[in-house]
């Protein structure tokens, strides 16, 4: 398990991956780091798991060939306890059932096919990361609205009840 990041990261846009291919782990995590962004790594959906339930993270990248847990169990249970977490598989083999079982069981983003395309690999880790950005922004307004809403229902409650008041007099 490692993390690299150069700036304080923003907490909300941090990246985990996982992958049992040290190889793999290094290229996507030295690639992303360049570009500015904090990635957290595991070597396996087991320690993944313990770096979900610890930090949120923005984008969760996961190999779906792994031992102990298959990437597509992994993300299932990412979606479970991080949500908003934009969910993407990386693959060798790339075929129907899987694209199947990967949009219904973990509610997959995107897959970065092995190997990957360094442009590929950028325009996935921007939408996910503008996927997450859009999610948090949703619930900010929603919040910011239901805040405003309680502060209106307060005061029409105010207004009733003194209305009342001035009714019994």
Do not use: Y
Request: charged residues 25%; hydrophobic residues 45%.
């Amino acid at each position: 398990m490692s993390t690299t990041g150069g700036a304080a990261p923003d907490p909300e846009r941090q990246i985990l991956i996982v992958d049992d291919e040290e190889i793999v782990l290094v290229a996507l995590r030295d690639t992303l780091t360049q570009l500015g962004h904090f990635v957290c790594t595991a070597t396996n959906a087991i320690e993944g798991l313990e770096l979900i339930r610890q930090r949120r993270f923005a984008a969760v990248f996961t190999d779906h060939q792994m031992p102990k847990l298959t990437g597509l169990d992994f993300l299932a249970q990412v979606r479970e306890i991080q949500p908003d977490a934009s969910r993407i598989l990386i693959t060798a083999v790339l075929n129907l059932s899987t694209v199947i079982s990967a949009i219904n069981r973990a509610e997959v983003f995107r897959f970065l096919v092995k190997p990957w395309h360094r442009d590929d690999l950028l325009e996935i880790v921007a939408s996910a990361l503008a996927r997450h950005d859009l999610l948090q922004s949703e619930k900010q307004a929603l919040a910011n609205a239901l805040k405003k809403s309680d502060v209106q229902d307060r005061r029409l409650q105010a207004l009733t009840d003194e209305l009342a008041r001035q009714r019994k007099r």
